[in-house]
Every structure is written in C-alpha cells, then in structure tokens.
C-alpha cells in the first residue's frame, strides 16, 4: 500500500546508522536458528515498508508536526548524539598511540656545589647555563595492541550509533502512542457530551410523564443517576486529556500549555486499518538498532580481549631527545652546544602476580556475557514483533464484534425509548440500554485506540523509522 505524504518531516540525519549484521557472525553467535516466518505471517505484506517514516502512514499532519520537533528537541535523544561524538572523541584518543609524543622544553639553570662535599674541602663551584632541547617518545605497534584498542573504539562508536537510533525509534514511538491515547481520551469526552444530551432529554421526558401521573418517581431518579453518571465522567476525561497534552509537550521539549493551541481541538482518529510489511525475522538483524548495538558490543568485547592478550607481550619504544646548552645564550646554536639521546627500549613484563591471566579471563567472559545478550535480544525481539502482531489482528476482530454490538444497542436504545413514551415498557429497560450504548461507543473508541497502538508496537519492534549520524 502506498503511504501518502502529508509533511514532509524535518530529519537530523539522513545516513543509514549501521552496517547489516554479516551472515558469518549470525551463524556464530546465534545458539539457535531466527525462525524463517512470523507466527501470523500470512496476514502480512512479504517486503519490509518501503518508507521508513511509518508515522506518516495514519496521514495525521499534527502527528507529523510532534514527531519531527521531537526529534530536533527531545533531551534524551539529544543526550545519546552527544554521546556518539564521546565515542568518536574516544576513537581519536586511541589512534594518537600510533603518533610519538614529542615535547619541548627551555630554560636556564645556576647551581652551586659545595667545595666542603669532597674530602678535604675545596672552593665551592658556581655554574649557570641556558638549554632548550625537544624530546619524543614512540611506542612501536609490532603486535597490534594499539591497533586493537583502536579497533575496540571504533566498534564502541558503533553502539553509540546505534543506542542512539533505538532512542529515536523509542522517542517516535512514544509520542506516537501518547498522541493516539489524547485522540482516545478526546473522543471518549466527545461521546460523554452527546450521551449527556441525550439522558438530559430522557430526564426531561420522565420527569413530563411524572408530572401527568403516567410515571412513578422512581423513574425520575433513575434517569437523573444515568445523567449525572455520565456528566461525573467528563471532569476526569478533561484532566486525562491535559495530562497527556503536558506529556506530548515534555516529549518534544516544551512546556506544558505550549502545545495546548495544536492539541486541544479533537480529530478524528487515525484510520487503524493498514497493510503492514514487516519482512521475515532474519531481517530484524538489519533494521533493529538494538540487535545492531548488541552485536557491535560483542566485536568491542572481542577487540578488548585482544588487548588483554597482547599485555603479555613485550613493548618496544623509542625514546630520544635532541637539544642544545651553553653558558651564554649566545652560544646555545654553535656547533659544541648541540646534545642528543637516542634510547631504543624492549619492556616485558615477566610476572606481576597474575594479574594479566585474571584480565584476559575476565575479558573473554565479558564477550561471553555479550554473546548470551546478543541471544538474548534476537530472540525478544522475535517476540515482540509476534506479540504485536497478534494484538493488532484481534484488535481488528474485536472492533468488527464491537462494530454489530453497537447497531444492536442502538436500535434496542431507540426501541426501549419509543415503548416507553408510551408506555409499553418499565424505564429499566431505558437505562440498560443508554447504560450499554455509552459503554460499548466507550469500548469502540479505545479499541481502535488499541489497534492504533499495536500499529506503533508492531514498527517499533521491527526497527523501522528511524534514522542514524555519520
């Protein structure tokens, strides 16, 4: 089914966040096979949406609007970009070990010895001078352990990328389904003025035959509790619809009330019947930014047990110096004044008390306990998605067994009300059936705000709409 654009969504990356699982590590660290089908799969459209932007797809302009101001706004999303370029500064910070280090120094110096330190004694010596002299020190990566450091980072990067893109999906889908509860809660108020109305005239109408003989008091009273019933109703739906206005405006970064002029007038709920493409599970390796950051913790976890490894090894440096000293400053550039060092060095550490043992095994199981979270999260994800698809197919069937429901009462509603106008039927029946329309319009409305909800759960779970940084 084609999505129709009704915004055109103001997006702060425009990069795929992360490179696709490679079929090799699937089949390393997978205990067990992703099943080849979803559970409900023949309710389902084969292919993956096509257009990442699945929020588009209810064609609901102000739900575009809070989306795309969510993502420019939100302070957590906010939060995980700057903590992709922690992982970038990171990143530089390991490769400089590449580099030598080379500093500076200058100076003058006036020391006095002693002419008493020797044995017997002597005149005391003074001498000052001048020097300046750069020094460098370079450790030398013949066994890759800056290179694995360097390699450990450069995967943590890509867990940044992409926690920062499960923030996204989850700030998206959160407003989303925050937005979908007002439209609830605005139609339910909606429901509860016109069903008002509608008791006030039956209160009205029982008061009329009261008043002629026709009817007892008791039912006076009974239309009188069903109307107030109802209108005891609309100061809680009036609060729930500022509650969840004030969390659409924490959501996209404003204060409350600043939202109110966008929100407040009620709209029809989204259309909550679609054609959903949601792939086949081995997919959600692609698409979902938790998989994506599990697996990229497991190629960190491996790179920092190689560093642990490569501790047994020797380190080979470098270390020299170049400079110049000379009593007058005017002497620091002759020939005689010039002093330099030159220092190759093999370092090995030959025991410290098996330390370095007790790091490589606490290594290995850390990439151990990635490997059962890598699991772990595949298969939850599977799971999620199968969940979400089975709540928004019975949220369907429910609606359509709601849907018959209704027509029902309605017309036992008219009936019940025309028999007793004239006097055919006790007022009992008047109040069943204006107590079970209201209640089941009630169950309509949050039913399609249940399906419209599960829609939200099923692209959450299957990763779609969301965008990564460079």
């Not at 086949?280 to 930014?289: F, G, T």
């Not at 490894?309 to 020939?335: Q, R, Y």
């Not at 151990?368 to 199968?386: F, G, H, K, L, P």
């Amino acid at each position: 089914m084609k999505i129709t654009h009704v915004f055109q969504l103001v997006l702060i990356a425009t990069a795929i966040l992360a490179q696709p699982v490679c079929a090799e590590n699937r089949e390393k660290y997978l205990r067990a096979p992703v099943p080849d089908r979803w559970t409900f799969s023949e309710h389902l459209s084969p292919t993956l949406p096509d257009e990442d932007s699945w929020w588009k797809g209810f064609e609901d302009p102000v739900l575009d609007s809070l989306i795309s101001t969510g993502v420019k706004n939100n302070f957590n999303l906010s939060a995980a970009r700057k903590r992709v370029e922690i992982a970038r500064m990171n990143l530089k910070s390991a490769r400089s070990a590449y580099f030598p280090t080379i500093g500076a120094s200058a100076g003058w110096t006036k020391n006095r010895t002693s002419g008493l330190q020797l044995s017997g004694g002597g005149e005391s010596v003074t001498t000052d001078y001048f020097d300046a002299s750069l020094s460098a020190s370079w450790e030398i990566d013949v066994f890759g352990k800056i290179a694995s450091s360097a390699g450990e980072q450069k995967n943590l990067i890509k867990v940044s990328k992409a926690e920062y893109a499960g923030a996204m999906l989850s700030i998206c889908a959160e407003i989303a389904t925050t937005y979908i509860q007002l439209r609830v809660w605005q139609n339910e108020l909606i429901v509860a003025n016109e069903h008002s109305t509608r008791q006030e005239r039956i209160v009205k109408i029982t008061e009329a035959r009261h008043e002629a003989g026709l009817a007892s008091m008791l039912d006076v009273r009974q239309a009188r509790e069903v109307y107030y019933s109802t209108k005891a109703s609309i100061p809680v739906l009036e609060n729930s619809i500022t509650t969840a206005m004030n969390s659409l405006s924490l959501l996209v970064g404003s204060y409350p009330g600043e939202l109110n002029q966008l929100l407040s007038q009620p709209c029809p709920m989204p259309d909550y019947r679609r054609i959903i493409g949601t792939g086949i599970p081995a997919e959600l390796l692609r698409r979902r930014p938790d998989i994506v950051a599990a697996e990229m913790t497991i190629a960190a976890n491996a790179s920092a047990l190689g560093v642990a490894k490569k501790d047994f090894l020797p380190t080979l440096s470098i270390d020299g110096s170049i400079g110049t000293a000379a009593h007058n400053a005017g002497d620091l550039f002759k020939k005689e004044s010039f002093t330099y060092t030159v220092a190759p060095r093999l370092t090995w550490t030959i025991f410290s008390g098996f330390s370095r043992s007790a790091a490589v095994t606490e290594a290995r199981q850390t990439m151990r306990i990635s490997i059962d979270n890598y699991n772990q999260t595949v298969m939850t994800a599977v799971c999620e998605v199968d969940n979400a698809i089975s709540s928004y197919l019975s949220s369907i069937r429910h609606i359509d067994a709601i849907k018959e429901t209704i027509d029902q009462t309605n017309e036992s509603y008219k009936l019940s009300v025309d028999l007793y106008k004239r006097g055919l039927t006790p007022f009992n029946n008047v109040v069943s059936a204006q107590l079970n329309l209201l209640e089941n319009e009630n169950h309509m409305i949050v039913a399609r705000g249940q399906a419209l909800a599960a829609l939200v759960s099923i692209y959450k779970s299957i990763g779609g709409g969301w965008t990564g940084l460079d």
